[in-house]
């Protein structure tokens, strides 16, 4: 336990370094700054999705799966190689972006990966492999593989088609969309079918069938969102717009079945963890319908030209879906403490930076004059959220108190 605490601890280490390295790219249209502005910005998605949320992932996957299968060691070995790979590209992508050594560090992360991957199938027993929890988490592993191929045909792209072509950008689409709809979901899906297992709360067939195969079915369906931006042939538009609906049907069957049982989940827990299961929800269902809107030619139009709208529907499922459900399921497995007043000043950096970030592209897509003083809002408002996310990492060191 002593162990995954500490993981737990790297995970939140690199949550606050993002942050911080979210403000220092604010700050770049106020200030001049001796830094690259887009080697940063490789920095910050590599550590979010790499640091942050997949040593989050693989330690709840490792404490909920693979903590009693005696393979402490090769999980610590394993552990400590991905940190190496990932302060590698901490201190390489700032200073060259995609370069030799940061091409390494990355290459060395996806075996790494990989090798989680197979400890995963090989060492879970066969009673675990029957339940409807593992069987989300393969799913999910298997998206993160997916995703890989990504990264891999960048190289070769990027020697044929060269690095402004479309093949490049939506290989980078591919990655993301897999990474946060496939691997990052799904992985969240099954941490809390296993927690509802434990506490004897299991869906029935009846409903996981149809659940597990609408939703990710979906999930390959709206891939087809992230080439809207090439105005495609219409069926695609219908594909993208197909799997979104299915996504949002897949949630209305799990919402069904876990409606009736608030009460027994309230008491799962500290009297965080249903409201901010609550609100990680209520996320969730304005992100299937951005995604409905997305499908719609008009909207697929003006998103793809307005980058503010981009940035905000990523961080709205970044930070609003999928941190918050990583900070609840640390918190559950008593990984990491929350209070009451770090996750308030967490959702008031969340709304303030996604209300102005929202609000600039609402006035590009209507030609309307910005707010004198934007930027520095916006600054002062990611602002607030490092303060929150800093509050959380230092909350780690304190003696444990009530929540």
């Known amino acids: 336990m002593q162990t995954l605490k500490k993981h737990s601890l790297f995970a939140i280490g690199y949550f606050l370094l993002i942050a911080l390295l979210g403000l220092v790219l604010r700050l770049f249209q106020l200030v001049e700054l001796p830094f690259d502005y887009r080697f940063l910005v490789h920095t910050h998605s590599h550590v979010a999705l790499l640091g942050w949320v997949y040593t989050t992932l693989t330690t709840l996957i490792y404490k909920s799966y693979l903590s009693k299968a005696s393979i402490h060691k090769k999980y610590r070995n394993l552990f400590w190689f991905t940190q190496v790979t990932i302060v590698g590209m901490l201190f390489t992508f700032p200073f060259t972006g995609y370069a030799l050594f940061s091409i390494i560090f990355s290459t060395l992360f996806l075996f790494a990966s990989y090798v989680f991957m197979w400890l995963f199938i090989k060492h879970t027993s066969e009673a675990q492999k029957r339940t409807y929890s593992y069987k989300c988490i393969l799913v999910s592993l298997w998206y993160m593989v997916i995703s890989s191929i990504g990264p891999w045909a960048l190289g070769i792209i990027m020697n044929t088609a060269g690095s402004g072509s479309d093949l490049y950008r939506n290989a980078i689409y591919f990655y993301l969309h897999f990474q946060y709809n496939g691997w990052f979901v799904m992985a969240l899906i ?19 069938r149809p659940f597990f195969w609408t939703m990710n079915i979906g999930i390959v369906a709206t891939f087809a969102i992230s080439v809207l931006w090439m105005q495609p042939p219409m069926f695609i538009y219908f594909i993208s717009g197909f799997g979104s609906l299915l996504q949002l049907f897949a949630f209305g069957i799990l ?116 707010t004198a003083n934007y930027l520095l809002y916006l600054a002062v408002a990611s602002g607030v959220f490092l303060i929150g996310i800093a509050q959380i990492f230092i909350n780690q060191f304190r003696k444990m108190t009530k929540n």
């Open 255 to 370: 919402m069904k079945w876990l409606l009736p049982l608030r009460e027994k989940i309230k008491n799962l827990s500290s009297r965080l963890f249903c409201p901010l299961l609550k609100i990680t929800g209520m996320f969730f269902l304005i992100k299937l319908l951005f995604q409905i809107l997305g499908s719609l030619p008009y909207f697929a139009a003006v998103i793809s030209s307005n980058i503010d709208l981009m940035i905000g529907y990523i961080h709205w499922t970044f930070l609003g879906v999928i941190s918050i459900a990583a900070l609840v399921f640390l918190s559950y497995f008593k990984l990491i403490r929350l209070s009451k007043g770090t996750m308030l000043l967490y959702l008031i950096g969340f709304f303030l930076t996604e209300g102005l970030i929202f609000y600039k592209g609402i006035v590009v897509w209507s030609k309307s004059w910005l």
């Open 190 to 208: 099954g941490i809390l079918l296993y927690v509802l297992e434990q506490n004897k709360i299991k869906l029935s067939p009846k409903r996981f």
